[in-house]
């Protein structure tokens, strides 16, 4: 891993943190959605969310 800076860990921190929280509450949507396509919509968003956390998250490796 190469060095990175204090602030670039607290952004990194920042955004994992958003995408965690993004991906919680579009789960939550999904869950509660009647409509198919509303439900797909956010089941997308919620992999999305996650897909972007775990790619920040190789950043700290």
Do not use: P, V
């Not at 198919?36 to 972007?52: H, L, R, V, W």
């Amino acid at each position: 891993m190469s060095n990175i800076s204090e602030l670039d860990l607290q952004n990194l921190r920042h955004l994992i943190g958003g995408f965690d929280t993004t991906h919680c509450k579009m789960q939550e949507y999904a869950k509660e959605a009647t409509d198919t396509q509303i439900k797909q919509f956010f089941e997308k968003g919620a992999k999305s969310a996650m897909d972007n956390k775990q790619q920040l998250m190789k950043f700290l490796q």
